[in-house]
């Protein structure tokens, strides 16, 4: 589901430039959702929309994280999309050394972590120009190593870390010739303790591919996939794969993600 679902509307260029990308996608022959050429040119449009009915970039004391639940505290404020605020949870209740969000988009994610917890150190990756250029304009002091890389390529060196993250991303990328599952294989390699996923659980069986990939690592021997979501807001759910035993709900069966479905959104 996107912004302009959740608000009802939509403006005219972002109908422009969703139309340009389907009908002039210079990139159709990946599969993919998107032309991720001009992709930032419609983001920045969902951004302007995604502003009208959540709270994208809280300021300092908007929100506290406390005994493991992430709380609104300034009630004058539209609260975060419930995509970012069962993600920021989440990752700030297996308290992390280090991050990296695959597809990091504007940055709002990584600037978001960096607020509640400024420990964290970060890093984020994109393969679009524009995507990064959005970025430094709306977060121009972000503390991240930043790299244009694509995350389809086995190729790709990405950077050791305790926590892999993604945020409506993996969604948009095809399986033509084996591009997610190698996007998962590079995930795997980078990440040493969890990965956590808050997708579309419809667009591709992400725990069957996820379970293909973990036959060729056995760095990730044992590890166990978990599921979960806040009860404000079921219809959202995260994935969980961990080597380490979390408090959340096992993830066996993938009706578990479908019941609630992730709304599309950055």
């Given at each position: ?27 159709k ?34 929100f ?29 209740g ?82 033509t ?29 992400f ?37 380490l ?13 479908l ?8």
């Amino acid at each position: 589901m996107t912004y302009q679902v959740l608000t009802r509307e939509i403006t005219a260029k972002q109908a422009w430039y969703y139309t340009q990308m389907r009908l002039f996608n210079k990139q159709k022959d990946l599969n993919d959702d998107f032309d991720w050429t001009r992709y930032h040119l419609h983001y920045r449009e969902e951004l302007k929309s995604g502003s009208r009915v959540a709270t994208l970039v809280p300021r300092p004391g908007d929100f506290e994280f406390s005994q493991g639940s992430l709380r609104q505290i300034n009630k004058n404020i539209r609260p975060l999309h419930p995509n970012h605020h069962l993600l920021y949870q989440i990752i700030l209740g297996l308290k992390p050394h280090n991050v990296l969000e695959v597809g990091c988009g504007g940055g709002d994610h990584l600037s978001n972590l960096h607020l509640f917890n400024p420990q964290i150190e970060l890093f984020g990756v994109d393969r679009s120009e524009g995507q990064m250029a959005t970025l430094q304009e709306r977060h121009p002091h972000l503390p991240a190593y930043l790299k244009i890389v694509d995350l389809t390529s086995l190729e790709t060196v990405l950077p050791v870390v305790d926590v892999v993250y993604s945020q409506a991303v993996l969604m948009h990328i095809s399986e033509t010739q084996g591009r997610l599952a190698n996007v998962l294989d590079n995930i795997l390699r980078a990440a040493q303790s969890q990965v956590v996923m808050v997708e579309n659980w419809t667009e591709h069986d992400f725990l069957a591919h996820l379970r293909g990939a973990l036959k060729s690592n056995f760095a990730w021997a044992g590890a166990k996939f978990y599921y979960a979501y806040r009860p404000q807001s079921t219809e959202v759910r995260a994935l969980i794969l961990s080597k380490l035993p979390l408090p959340f709900e096992e993830l066996h069966d993938y009706n578990s993600l479908l019941q609630g479905q992730a709304m599309h959104i950055h």
